[in-house]
């Protein structure tokens, strides 16, 4: 059975190391922060403008002026603290943050990311997404291995424009965890009962050894 | 002590506003967004504003309600996706839209208030934000150039100011407001209380009162994007 959202996120947790500073992407990376392993304690990074992100408030505890990269209300913890936005852009770009997990559209063989944009169709915007890409020394990407129309997400090339060139370290989908590597995609685990002949019927991208 | 306290966010703005003008503005979604002088903007009836600011505010609140009244001319945000309004005006062809990543919009400001007018980033290497720009190798690594933003006019919201205009901010509602009151050439600040000088702790300053031009006491309604609870 390939992993549900949830189960996609539990693996996404195993990638987080101990003492580290994180920032997980808007949607399934959110949940990631529910399955953080027993032991291994990581400091949250909110790009608005916060380290030390804490769990969604009681209905006594919102506060209007405490929000995450999502604009969802959440509180702070003791170790929190708030900085602007070109401080919290430094930690990014200066290769302070260790780990990124992002959605995404697609993700080509060489580890091109495009998350951010359809022409003509879809224009919200990158966001942060860019400078995490960019700057955080680890990308890990949680996404469906295949659209709502059944098109793989995984190219050997993206068709649509690009969040970063050569960003992507680990892809975690409903089907498995692959890494960019030498010469294309290597499958490094398989969700229970995932064939290597189902992934490689929903994958676009060349699979190595 | 030149008098920068003003009675209401109208008369805060008097003498600054022109048709065409550049704005920098405070605020991440509608966090910590300068509320009245967005309203006191949209009453003075200015228009082809190039409004600098990471969001575009919702339909209805914050820089949303310069856009149904079509005041803007060009934003330049890092992200617009809850604005079905900004978008419509966008795909048609009646607003104008410039991309910045958050970190180079934010740095951009951050520079402009610093008297740099450029600088090199790695973010948006090989992607259409780096089209028409400068690139640069630094040590083996592509970098494009991004430019400092200096505006006719910032405009920020703070959580408390000193009679002279120095600036507390509150929680995450910090985001983007220093920054944009370093980068413009006039600033003007909305606070939620004025306290007395000395009551602040100069260790504790976030916005120095050199940045602060005006500042003016406002009531905030603080809308909330996505209201989420957990159980008690």
Known sequence: ?209 | MAQKNYSDANSALEGLLFDGMTIAAGGFGLCGIPENLIAAIRDSGVKDLTVYSNNAGVDEFGLGVLLQTKQVKKMVSSYVGENAEFMRQYLSGELELEFNPQGTLAERMRAGGAGIPGFYTKTGVGTLVAEGKEEKDFDGETYIMERGIVADLAIVKAWKSDEHGNLLYRKTARNFNPLAATCGKVTVAEVEEIVPLGSLNPDNIHTPSIYVQRFVQGEHEKRIEQRTIREA
């Open chain 1, 1 to 209: 059975m390939p992993w549900d959202r949830n189960q996609m996120a539990a693996r996404a947790a195993q990638e987080l190391e101990d003492g580290t500073y994180v920032n997980l992407g808007i949607g399934i990376p959110t949940l990631v922060s529910n399955y953080i392993p027993e032991g291994v304690d990581v400091t949250l990074q909110s790009e608005n403008g916060m380290l030390g992100m804490g769990p969604f408030p009681t209905e006594d505890e919102i506060d209007a002026d405490l929000i995450n990269a999502g604009k969802q209300t959440i509180t702070e913890l003791d170790r929190t603290s708030y900085f602007n936005s070109a401080d919290s852009f430094a930690m990014i770009r200066g290769g302070h943050i260790a780990l990124s997990i992002l959605g995404a559209m697609e993700v080509s063989e060489t580890g091109d990311l495009a998350n951010w944009m359809i022409p003509g169709r879809l224009v919200k915007g990158m966001g942060g997404a860019m400078d995490l890409v960019a700057g955080v020394k680890r990308v890990v990407i949680i996404m469906d291995h295949t659209n709502k129309a059944g098109e793989t997400k995984l190219l050997k090339a993206c068709t649509l424009p690009l969040t970063g060139k050569a960003v992507v370290d680990r892809v975690i989908s409903n089907l498995g965890v692959f890494d960019i590597a030498e010469g294309g995609l290597k499958v490094v685990e398989l969700a229970d009962g995932v064939t290597m002949d189902e992934v490689r019927e929903k994958t676009d991208a060349t699979l190595v050894e």
